[in-house]
């Protein structure tokens, strides 16, 4: 002893002090709310479960009379036998398995439901216990707008998780600590020398419902024309707000999934919902007007080397500029441009560019595809290029670009930003709210908005959408049928192999508007990639229905807002109820309160503070609860919940 103090004093207390290390202490990351406050995305506690089953402070005879009922206490728990888990520590004890592993994933009621299981109550060092805890993120309403939530681990940041992540994140605390015996490590302080702060919690302007209708009317489309990708995108035309955001995938099986955000980062040829774009800019310059006339001829048009063709047999004849783009005649758009900009080509495409359609948004979101606007000046301008940008082709626009230009029409001229994000808020108050942003105060004169919405709303009453007309309620907007280009390849002899457009085989169905036609409130964009040809392949057929179930679901489930003035309109009695319902919700600590008609994860956050377990199914508001109301509350019992 003399020897360790003095000898080689200096020597241990080297070690000692080499034995310090910084713990870090992990923040809580923030939640994600939609616009109602259903959680879409939260951070969980998870555990895994491992047994010193050769941990020398467990004596045989303790072993051999508490074995069997833990076996059993895990069977419970965890499903198999009580023989397989008697089987399985029994060996792992023989075999000095210090590290036996029993389970993964546990939550946390089911964790202090384990640890005092006989033996395991007894800790790690006496029990063997060992738990390992750990942070998952989860998205309590499944797939909800599942890529544009996003995610932020060892796969990157993308969505929202990725965009905000600064905030979500928070920042990490720390506290030394110096190792002692067995290997463990004990706190030096009684303080952490850094508290951890929690993230802030972000509340999107997803709207569930409204999503769930977008997710469900694609799905049912995608499945009827056997597509292999397609986006919908609905957008609050006030605001920006991003109500909701489905983007659906074809997998190897024939299912549909959220596999990449098309809406955001797709960037494509538009095709049709183009030609709106290059009217408004030949109304602007007043080079047109919508009364005049076009000779669109027999349905063919020879542009140099290439055919221009309407999709009606015969042709159209003589027709209005605006009855071309109710018919989406693509003769009638390109001898329009073709025979006013034609020896001044960069007058068209300073047009377009005066109207913000060469930049991209700018979204927080990472990986939104860049607008191509052919320019005279580039290289890969040909003699073609003005007449096949006028309906659609040699230029590129993602569904949300599209989209945004549509929904400042709707907005009478003014642009504003696709928002997804409503605030920011950390203990329960706001920290930071964000308002809408205006990306151009006016795309083109009041004159021209009013004369392209009437032929918007003609589209859907007499035109090419007229499918889906209703006279229940207005909407306005163009169908789009675009040629996808096929890449072309080479066999193995070097000869090319298809490719082009003219491969005739696989298309691009797209319709964006916006409703009600009088007064909009939400404008929509439907694309749809590659649908089954023999199916059908026009937007007006394959696009368009999507359109109309949405708006047609959300014009009847919105309640209509009716202001009054204030004052005093409830009676004593029913005040007296009120009072006498507040009383009694105070009192719900020991027995189960009823959790119908709440969404979903307010109810579930409810019942888990009073010691439920929750297991649910569906999304949505709840509509049925295993256990009845006024039950005795019995901490640890599952509660199951019927969502809808």
């Not at 506290?175 to 004990?186: V, W």
């Not at 057929?541 to 309640?559: E, G, L, M, R, S």
Request: charged share 25%; glycine share 8%; net charge positive.
């Amino acid at each position: 002893m003399f020897n360790i103090q003095f000898g080689e004093g200096e020597k241990y207390r080297s070690l000692s002090a080499n034995e310090i290390k910084r713990d870090t202490i992990q923040a809580n990351r923030g939640n994600i709310y939609a616009e109602d406050g259903s959680l879409l995305a939260t951070s969980v506690t998870k555990y895994e479960i491992r047994m010193d089953a050769a941990s020398p402070n467990i004596s045989d005879s303790y072993f051999d009379s508490n074995i069997d009922s833990l076996a059993i206490k895990l069977a419970d728990m965890l499903g198999n036998t009580p023989k397989h888990y008697k089987n399985k520590i029994t060996r792992a004890r023989k075999n000095k398995n210090r590290y036996l592993f029993i389970t993964r994933g546990l939550g946390y009621n089911d964790y202090l439901k384990m640890k005092r299981f006989p033996i395991f109550e007894r800790g790690v060092y006496r029990g063997g216990f060992i738990a390992e805890q750990s942070t998952v993120r989860e998205h309590p309403l499944g797939r909800v707008a599942e890529r544009t939530i996003g995610y932020d681990d060892y796969r990157g940041r993308v969505g929202i998780e990725g965009a905000f992540s600064k905030y979500l994140r928070g920042k990490d605390g720390w506290r030394m600590k110096q190792k002692i015996a067995k290997g463990q490590y004990k706190p030096i302080n009684d303080d952490n020398e850094v508290e951890p702060k929690n993230g802030q919690d972000v509340v999107t302007t997803i709207d569930v419902n409204i999503q769930d209708i977008a997710n469900t009317a694609l799905m049912e489309q995608l499945q009827k024309f056997n597509a292999e990708h397609g986006s919908v995108v609905v957008m609050e035309t006030k605001t920006g707000e991003i109500k909701a955001i489905s983007n659906l995938a074809k997998t190897s099986k024939g299912t549909y999934y959220e596999k990449r955000n098309y809406a955001v980062y797709e960037s494509h040829e538009p095709g049709s919902t183009f030609k709106l774009m290059s009217l408004v800019v030949a109304l602007e310059d007043k080079v047109i007007d919508t009364g005049q006339v076009v000779n669109t001829g027999n349905g063919i048009y020879k542009v140099y080397n290439s055919n221009v063709i309407d999709s009606h047999a015969g042709g159209f004849g003589k027709i209005s500029v605006a009855k071309t783009f109710e018919v989406s005649s693509n003769i009638g758009i390109v001898k329009v441009i073709q025979e006013h900009y034609k020896n001044n080509p960069k007058k068209f495409v300073d047009g377009l560019i005066r109207m913000r359609l060469d930049k991209p948004i700018g979204l927080e979101i990472k990986g939104e595809g860049k607008p191509k606007i052919r320019k005279p000046s580039d290289k890969d301008w040909s003699r073609i290029s003005l007449q096949w940008m006028a309906w659609g082709y040699g230029v590129s626009l993602t569904p949300l670009q599209t989209l945004t230009f549509y929904n400042a029409v709707a907005n009478n001229g003014v642009m504003v930003k696709p928002q997804f994000i409503k605030e920011l808020r950390g203990q329960n108050a706001v920290v930071e709210s964000f308002n809408k942003t205006v990306l151009k105060d006016k795309i083109c004169s009041q004159e021209t908005i009013d004369k392209v919405k009437v032929m918007m709303e003609n589209v859907v009453k007499r035109g090419t959408a007229d499918n889906i007309y209703t006279s229940n309620f207005s909407m306005a907007g163009k169908t789009g049928t675009a040629k996808k280009w096929i890449p072309i390849e080479r066999d193995a002899n070097g000869k090319k192999i298809g490719g082009g457009y003219y491969s005739n085989q696989k298309y691009i169905s797209s319709f964006v508007g916006y409703f009600p036609a009088d007064e909009p409130k939400y404008s929509c964009i439907v694309v749809i990639h590659e649908p089954l040809k023999e199916k059908g392949y026009y937007g007006a057929t394959v696009a368009a229905p999507v359109f109309k179930k949405i708006a047609q679901k959300i014009y009847t489930d919105t309640p209509s807002e009716i202001e009054i003035e204030s004052g005093s309109y409830g009676s004593e009695k029913l005040n007296q109820k009120f009072d006498k319902y507040f009383e009694i919700s105070d009192k719900y600590v020991t027995i189960v309160p009823s959790v119908v008609g709440l969404p979903g994860m307010d109810a579930i956050s409810i019942l888990e503070n009073l010691g439920l377990k929750v297991k649910y199914k569906g999304t949505g508001v709840v509509k049925k609860q295993s256990i009845k109301k006024g039950e005795k509350i019995k901490k640890g019992n599952t509660i199951y919940l019927d969502l809808l």
